[in-house]
T-cell receptor, first 117, second 112 residues
Framework: AQSVTQLGSHVSVSEGALVLLRCNYS??????LFWYVQYPNQGLQLLLK??????LVKGINGFEAEFKKSETSFHLTKPSAHMSDAAEYFC???????????????FGKGTHLIIQP | NAGVTQTPKFQVLKTGQSMTLQCAQD?????MYWYRQDPGMGLRLIYY???????DKGEVPNGYNVSRLNKREFSLRLESAAPSQTSVYFC???????????FGSGTRLTVV
């Protein structure tokens, strides 16, 4: 079974500081990993994803994440926080379902990123 | 605009009422999903459909039914709404092999 743990339900950083949001996963198959962002009262927007290939993945808005198999981690970083980065961030892992060979996403509980001026 | 369209965006129900949430995608995706989002819980899978004509239960299916009407449409029905079903509901669709998922903008449901 697949699962995702996001460390820290709330993370607060100063504007201009490094953003680090932690994600650890459990997967019985080679993982596909995703980070989504949700702004208040909006839907989910894909930030970046890892499927195969290069383990350092660059996404939108200056975010990147590194897949580390040995640590079962996929932490999200951004060198310099901006006020507009304040949002909820979700890590997700591709999950294989037993019925019909389908797959979907299992999400972490989310991390609320707060940016201090 | 290509994507996943959900209706309605907002709904208030009284306990015991029924309603259907509609979802349609125009990306020719085979797989479609219904999730619910609750504070501090992330998104949890209610039902999914791997292809037209098939549906399966997810993590939290109790109190819900679904219909995969055709390849484009996947509806979620609450037969007798309960306050515990107050949530934000997201529909999603995906390409084969799990490389790309697209989410709708959500339906905010309140059951009083």
């Amino acid at each position: 079974a697949q699962s995702v743990t996001q460390l820290g339900s709330h993370v607060s950083v100063s504007e201009g500081a490094l953003v680090l949001l932690r994600c650890n996963y459990s997967s019985s198959v080679p993982p596909y990993l995703f980070w989504y962002v949700q702004y208040p009262n909006q839907g989910l927007q894909l930030l970046l994803k890892y499927t195969t290939g290069a383990t350092l993945v660059k996404g939108i808005n200056g975010f990147e994440a590194e897949f580390k198999k040995s640590e079962t981690s996929f932490h999200l970083t951004k060198p310099s926080a901006h006020m507009s980065d304040a949002a909820e961030y979700f890590c997700a892992v591709r999950t294989m379902y037993s019925g019909g060979g389908a797959d979907g996403l299992t999400f972490g509980k989310g991390t609320h990123l707060i940016i201090q001026p | 605009n290509a994507g996943v369209t959900q209706t309605p965006k907002f709904q208030v129900l009284k306990t015991g009422q029924s309603m259907t949430l509609q979802c349609a995608q125009d990306m020719n995706h085979n797989s479609m999903y219904w999730y619910r989002q609750d504070p501090g819980m992330g998104l949890r899978l209610i039902y999914y459909s791997a292809s037209e004509g098939t549906t399966d239960k997810g993590e939290v299916p109790n109190g819900y039914n679904v219909s995969r009407l055709n390849k484009r449409e996947f509806s979620l029905r609450l037969e007798s709404a309960a306050p515990s079903q107050t949530s934000v509901y997201f529909c999603a669709s995906a390409t084969d092999r799990g490389r790309g998922y697209t989410f709708g903008s959500g339906t905010r449901l309140t059951v009083v």
